[in-house]
T-cell receptor
């Protein structure tokens, strides 16, 4: 139980285009989803927290207009990287929280974005 | 503000040897503590967590951790490692006072920089 999926697992896009990453909770309802960014050999950096039906809360330094987050349902949150640039290349990981067990976040497998 | 320090970026160890991965945290309030494991190109999997109660916490895959409030530490240990334990290990902290009041929802986690456990045959 408590499985989180991400799609795609790997994406390459050209500079200036936008790319959407989906995060789904497969067997539970996720009231809150988190989006992280991870650079090679580094830790996870929280980008934003999204709650179903409301606007995402972004961490300081994260551009809201560049990283659009939508949490339209209790099982789906999307992260859209707009006008992507090579410096946006990274590993993006989502996690979900949904009462399965207290104080646990369930992580997706991650999406590797490469911008050429 | 809370922070987590993992002093060892990499810990090489031989198979079947014991291992300890160190984690220290900084917080002015009580905290919840977590250890996660990340295998290459994968997301994170929870190994164990400390919320309250017994300071010795047992997790999956034979790992355990001990919460030491006076030393603000939460070191991860395993008595005998396997090749398959090779992975990146992250310590994380969250503030229980900011947790939402409904149904055990979580709040944001602050992660350490990670420790690569490299098990050699």
């Amino acid at each position: 139980g408590a499985v989180v999926s991400q799609h795609p697992s790997w994406v390459i896009c050209k500079s200036g285009t936008s790319v959407k990453i989906e995060c789904r909770s497969l067997d539970f309802q996720a009231t809150t989803m988190f989006w992280y960014r991870q650079f090679p050999k580094q830790s996870l950096m929280l980008m934003a927290t999204s709650n179903e039906g409301s606007k995402a809360t972004y961490e300081q330094g994260v551009e809201k207009d560049k990283f659009l987050i939508n949490h339209a349902s209790l099982t789906l949150s999307t992260l859209t990287v707009t006008s992507a640039h090579p410096e946006d290349s990274s590993f993006y990981i989502c996690s979900a929280d949904g009462y399965v067990l207290p104080y646990e976040q369930y992580f997706g497998p991650g999406t590797r974005l490469t911008v050429t | 503000a809370q922070s987590v320090t993992q002093l060892d970026s990499q810990v090489p160890v031989f198979e079947e040897a014991p291992v300890e991965l160190r984690c220290n945290y900084s917080s002015s309030v009580s905290v919840y503590l977590f250890w996660y494991v990340q295998y290459p190109n994968q997301g994170l999997q929870l190994l164990l967590k400390y919320l309250s109660g017994s300071t010795l916490v047992k997790g999956i895959n034979g790992f355990e951790a001990e919460f030491n409030k006076s030393q603000t530490s939460f070191h991860l240990r395993k008595p005998s490692v396997h090749i398959s334990d090779t992975a990146e290990y992250f310590c994380a902290v969250s503030d229980p006072n900011t947790h939402m009041n409904y149904g055990g929802a979580t709040n944001k986690l602050i992660f350490g920089t990670g420790t690569l456990l490299a098990v050699q045959p």
